[in-house]
């Protein structure tokens, strides 16, 4: 009875976001992502897919830097996979944040094929100042006044 349970284990959806410094290559950055690969793959997962968000400008300050590189890592496993990449992500000096989401329970391993990776550009205009793209033609708003003494927008 026991044999059967184990036979059965959990498979788990998870996600997890973490950002890298702003620095790096392309190549340091598929470092990272071969990195967690090989983990999930060697815990018994199965990986689905990264997406590289690219490099964005993040809330606040992270490990002294105003942007970081976002990446999102997709893939099944048990909690102890997620624990044990979350391990190795706190020891690379290159990744200064993570956070892991599990997003389905008892999910079907063989009704998820991997996908290739996608890259996305993100925001890589540092000329911009923030909110400046929002606020270029704000409303029609120009502070003139209307024929009755109102201002229209």
Known sequence: M??????????????????????????NVDKVKDK?????????GKFLRFTIWGKKKTMYPVAKQPRAIYIHAHYLGGSA???????????LDEVSRFMSKRLADDVNAEAHQPQEDLKLSGDVDDNKPFGGAEREG????????DDDGGYGV
Do not use: W
């Open 81 to 91: 996979m997620v624990a044990e990449v979350e391990r190795n992500l706190r020891n």
């Open 138 to 145: 704000f409303g029609g708003f120009d502070g003139d006044m």
């Open 36 to 44: 967690v690969r090989t983990i999930i793959n060697r815990d018994g």
């Open 2 to 27: 026991a044999e059967a349970k184990n036979a059965t284990a959990k498979v788990r959806e998870y996600e997890t976001v973490f950002l890298v410094k702003p620095d790096l290559t392309d190549e």
